[in-house]
């Protein structure tokens, strides 16, 4: 079969009411999850994915894909009516989307975001139709050495990236994830490290629970000691915008789609950076630099469209190199291998109907948050007003069965109490959780990579530099180091020499 005939299969299924049903309940799941502050796009698919498990791989896939365009689409939300951005990815939203919504223009803010989403989204899911085959064909020549460099440069982009004010937190976090990926068995003679003689630690710490502890008790903690009540802005007046901005404002969405995209491909950068990059290329070319802060269109649209268009160009690098591009990507490819898909080089040749049906789920996913953003904006609303003492104590019970539902063993219910403490403590002090859930699922590549490495070339490091792939990204993952170390060794020596 031809990538067109995968591609119309794909679509035919997707339309069937099994498949429609799936898309609906779980993005408008996403949507609510989204709106809701605190709880992130992550979180909702490490919960969505222990929910999952007795689904065919097909239905499941979809249901998660849904929820992740759905969660960071449902963000905008409350980063409209209440200046709280209700996922990271939504933090740039605030910026414009709550200054039209206090000069009593809600409605149009929300609907300007809707349709920025909606863009992002389909013109991601174009490049991602688009991108994945030829990117699968040329990764067919990585091997250990070049996916040891990637899984390394994904590391230190991300602390970087993430971490815009003190990189070295974001790397610091990134290193404690790979520490913690190390524990247990490793992948060549399967030999026990930092078990410290606990058998359940033999097996290594499993991502899910440490995930829904990073990102899912971490805020139930956190919202516990903030007990501060946003006031709601009413959503009055017409949500979608007329075809004379549409007009107007094309360009802004066509570069902010095409940015978030590219953002979305680098490993560990994720939706929040495509949407400031995305924000900040849209402010560069505007006619209306004055307004941007103030309640400008073009700032709204370009960091809706850039987050959403993230989303298709994080799950690139998964599909067809088994790297995940952001944290909520991360989730997802733990849950397409739990259901038997073998994400990496192989895949358009294993199982294109894969990558067509995630095509196709996104595009519907798309299509649902429009319907979404038109009808049901101002009933959704009133989810922003469940009280937190109702709904953290549902979110806990969740995050529980969830951790102990993946393999039935008390001993992850205590992982992901530890990672959600732990990470409590980090975010306190500033250090991002996305380099260390990168870091934790990028250790076991760069672990296995570097060994099977060494053994292949006896022992020698050349092959690491020497190799045109494995050279380039060696050369770019010391620039980004470099970039960083060089002006923190130049104000440390300026400090001495005072």
């Given at each position: 079969?031809?990538?067109?005939?995968?591609?119309?299969?794909?679509?035919?299924?997707?339309?069937?009411?099994?498949?429609?049903?799936?898309?609906?309940?779980?993005?408008?799941?996403?949507?609510?999850?989204?709106?809701?502050?605190?709880?992130?796009?992550?979180?909702?698919?490490?919960?969505?994915?222990?929910?999952?498990?007795?689904?065919?791989?097909?239905?499941?896939?979809?249901?998660?894909?849904?929820?992740?365009?759905?969660?960071?689409?449902?963000?905008?939300?409350?980063?409209?009516?209440?200046?709280?951005?209700?996922?990271?990815?939504?933090?740039?939203?605030?910026?414009?989307?709550?200054?039209?919504?206090?000069?009593?223009?809600?409605?149009?803010?929300?609907?300007?975001?809707?349709?920025?989403?909606?863009?992002?989204?389909?013109?991601?899911?174009?490049?991602?139709?688009?991108?994945?085959?030829?990117?699968?064909?040329?990764?067919?020549?990585?091997?250990?050495?070049?996916?040891?460099?990637?899984?390394?440069?994904?590391?230190?982009?991300?602390?970087?990236?993430?971490?815009?004010?003190?990189?070295?937190?974001?790397?610091?976090?990134?290193?404690?994830?790979?520490?913690?990926?190390?524990?247990?068995?490793?992948?060549?003679?399967?030999?026990?490290?930092?078990?410290?003689?606990?058998?359940?630690?033999?097996?290594?710490?499993?991502?899910?629970?440490?995930?829904?502890?990073?990102?899912?008790?971490?805020?139930?903690?956190?919202?516990?000691s903030n007990r501060a009540t946003p006031e709601l802005s009413e959503a009055k007046?017409?949500?979608?915008?007329?075809?004379?901005?549409?007009?107007?404002?094309?360009?802004?969405?066509?570069?902010?789609?095409?940015?978030?995209?590219?953002?979305?491909?680098?490993?560990?950068?994720?939706?929040?950076?495509?949407?400031?990059?995305?924000?900040?290329?849209?402010?560069?070319?505007?006619?209306?630099?004055?307004?941007?802060?103030?309640?400008?269109?073009?700032?709204?649209?370009?960091?809706?469209?850039?987050?959403?268009?993230?989303?298709?160009?994080?799950?690139?690098?998964?599909?067809?190199?088994?790297?995940?591009?952001?944290?909520?990507?991360?989730?997802?490819?733990?849950?397409?291998?739990?259901?038997?898909?073998?994400?990496?080089?192989?895949?358009?040749?294993?199982?294109?109907?894969?990558?067509?049906?995630?095509?196709?789920?996104?595009?519907?996913?798309?299509?649902?948050?429009?319907?979404?953003?038109?009808?049901?904006?101002?009933?959704?609303?009133?989810?922003?007003?469940?009280?937190?003492?109702?709904?953290?104590?549902?979110?806990?019970?969740?995050?529980?069965?969830?951790?102990?539902?993946?393999?039935?063993?008390?001993?992850?219910?205590?992982?992901?109490?530890?990672?959600?403490?732990?990470?409590?403590?980090?975010?306190?002090?500033?250090?991002?959780?996305?380099?260390?859930?990168?870091?934790?699922?990028?250790?076991?590549?760069?672990?296995?990579?570097?060994?099977?490495?060494?053994?292949?070339?006896?022992?020698?490091?050349?092959?690491?530099?020497?190799?045109?792939?494995?050279?380039?990204?060696?050369?770019?993952?010391?620039?980004?180091?470099?970039?960083?170390?060089?002006?923190?060794?130049?104000?440390?020596?300026?400090?001495?020499?005072?």
């Amino acid at each position: 079969m031809t990538n067109l005939s995968y591609l119309a299969d794909a679509f035919l299924s997707a339309l069937s009411l099994q498949y429609i049903f799936i898309t609906l309940w779980a993005t408008l799941l996403g949507v609510v999850i989204g709106m809701m502050p605190g709880l992130t796009a992550t979180m909702g698919l490490a919960l969505l994915t222990t929910l999952t498990f007795q689904m065919e791989s097909g239905p499941a896939i979809t249901a998660l894909l849904g929820m992740y365009v759905g969660s960071i689409y449902g963000g905008s939300r409350s980063a409209i009516i209440l200046n709280m951005p209700g996922t990271p990815a939504s933090a740039a939203t605030t910026l414009d989307g709550h200054p039209l919504a206090r000069q009593s223009r809600a409605s149009e803010a929300l609907g300007l975001a809707t349709i920025g989403s909606m863009v992002g989204t389909l013109l991601g899911v174009l490049l991602l139709a688009m991108t994945a085959p030829v990117l699968a064909s040329y990764a067919l020549k990585f091997g250990s050495y070049e996916y040891f460099w990637l899984a390394l440069f994904g590391v230190v982009i991300s602390g970087r990236l993430t971490a815009a004010t003190d990189p070295l937190k974001g790397w610091i976090a990134g290193c404690l994830g790979l520490i913690v990926a190390m524990i247990g068995q490793e992948q060549v003679f399967a030999y026990a490290r930092y078990s410290f003689g606990v058998r359940d630690l033999t097996g290594g710490i499993s991502l899910i629970p440490a995930m829904v502890g990073a990102f899912g008790f971490v805020e139930i903690l956190s919202n516990i000691s903030n007990r501060a009540t946003p006031e709601l802005s009413e959503a009055k007046g017409r949500v979608l915008p007329g075809l004379k901005d549409m007009k107007r404002y094309s360009p802004t969405m066509a570069r902010s789609g095409i940015a978030g995209t590219l953002m979305g491909l680098i490993p560990g950068v994720g939706e929040d950076i495509g949407a400031w990059v995305s924000y900040a290329i849209a402010k560069r070319f505007s006619r209306e630099k004055h307004l941007f802060g103030k309640g400008s269109k073009d700032g709204l649209l370009a960091a809706e469209t850039g987050n959403s268009a993230a989303v298709p160009g994080a799950i690139i690098p998964v599909l067809t190199l088994g790297i995940p591009g952001s944290a909520p990507s991360a989730v997802l490819l733990a849950a397409i291998i739990i259901h038997g898909v073998r994400p990496g080089p192989l895949i358009m040749i294993q199982s294109p109907d894969v990558v067509y049906g995630v095509v196709a789920a996104i595009v519907f996913s798309a299509l649902a948050i429009t319907l979404y953003g038109v009808l049901l904006t101002k009933p959704l609303l009133l989810v922003l007003r469940i009280p937190r003492e109702r709904l953290l104590p549902a979110i806990f019970v969740l995050c529980v069965v969830g951790s102990f539902a993946i393999a039935a063993r008390p001993f992850d219910v205590w992982v992901m109490l530890v990672f959600g403490v732990v990470g409590l403590v980090l975010k306190q002090m500033d250090y991002p959780m996305a380099p260390l859930v990168l870091g934790l699922v990028l250790g076991d590549i760069l672990d296995k990579s570097l060994r099977r490495g060494l053994i292949l070339s006896e022992g020698s490091l050349e092959p690491f530099f020497l190799r045109p792939v494995s050279g380039a990204l060696a050369i770019a993952t010391l620039v980004v180091l470099l970039a960083m170390l060089v002006p923190l060794a130049v104000r440390i020596w300026r400090k001495i020499g005072r």
